[in-house]
């Protein structure tokens, strides 16, 4: 019987396990290899990391845990959540593990406009948050492929930075090429723009079945509905990370930073959740 078991590896899961782990429960991470910024050669805008590339954070953080022994790091995916009487079950490989409470931090999945090229530089030339990107294509061109209402706020956010900000509809482009310093835009009128790089707002969706498979309430967005400890609508459940969206946030928050934060807070209403049923019911 787990303390608490965490369904995802990425900065949201790693930080709600240090903390745990800190405080001496015995906490299960399952990690499945899958990240939403599985194609980023490095992360920007994390203090004293700005530049590290993901897959050495997340080394670094697994090493950090490794001193604390309540915590277990397992490879594996998770196929199921379920409640079982007054527990919760965490099901891989087949066989399913108890445990009190379940932090959620699987993340979202990214779909692009369908152009040809666009998502083999997805993460890199490619990208989607200005506060994660914007700086390295400073003092250069930048495309925003974007027709909604969204796409004038992001291209005011990166008049500072870029030297120009072409919006440009993507159902124009036919095809995103590489250019000799960034990309080369096929417009479906046969023109071409060279930029250094383009921002895009691709339409996201939950990684894991699990919110489905618990019943979890939803916002607007598609994220999960939580408070801002990350508690979902069902008890002992917390989803955090990116997949998850308070209703003080306008949608989910898909930085680093605010993962992390993300992942202690919902790790300290575990642990509080756990201390008040200790007072309730004294051994």
């Known amino acids: 019987m787990y303390d608490a078991i965490i369904i995802g590896g990425g900065p949201a899961g790693l930080q709600a396990a240090l903390t745990l782990g800190r405080m001496h429960r015995r906490t ?5 290899g899958a990240y939403r910024n599985g194609t980023v050669p490095h992360a920007h805008n994390l203090l004293t990391n700005d ?5 050495e954070l997340r080394r670094l953080a697994r090493a950090e845990i490794a001193v604390y022994d309540t915590v277990e790091i397992q490879d594996a995916a998770a196929t199921e959540v379920a409640r079982i009487d007054s527990a919760l079950a965490v099901t891989i490989d087949g066989a399913p593990l108890r445990t009190t409470a379940v932090i959620l931090a699987t993340g979202l999945a990214d779909d ?3 152009v040809a090229g666009l998502s083999e530089r997805w993460g890199d030339r490619v990208a989607n948050c200005p506060f994660c990107h914007g700086h390295e294509f400073a003092g250069q061109r930048v495309a925003v492929l ?14 500072p930075v870029a030297s ?5 509809d993507p159902e124009r482009v036919r095809e995103v090429g590489d250019a000799p310093v960034g990309l080369r835009l096929h417009l479906d009128d046969g023109t071409t723009e060279e930029v ?3 921002f895009v707002g691709p339409t996201s969706r939950q990684r894991a079945p699990f919110a489905d498979q618990l019943g979890l309430e939803r916002q607007q967005s598609g994220a999960v509905r939580v408070d801002p400890f990350g508690r979902t609508s069902v008890e002992g459940v917390y989803a955090v990370g990116d997949m998850a969206h308070p209703d003080h946030f306008p949608g989910p928050m898909a930085t680093l930073a605010s993962a992390i934060a993300s992942g202690q ?13 200790r007072v309730a019911t004294p051994s």
Do not use: C, K, T, Y
């Open 51 to 55: 530049r590290r590339d993901p897959a």
């Open 28 to 32: 299960l991470l399952l990690d499945s």
């Open 112 to 114: 692009l406009p369908p």
């Open 265 to 277: 807070l919902a790790a300290v209403a575990v642990v509080q959740a756990d201390a008040q049923a």
């Open 196 to 198: 250094a790089g383009a």
């Open 146 to 159: 974007n027709a909604s209402d969204h796409a004038a706020m992001l291209a005011a956010m990166l008049e």
């Open 164 to 168: 120009e900000v072409l919006v440009i």
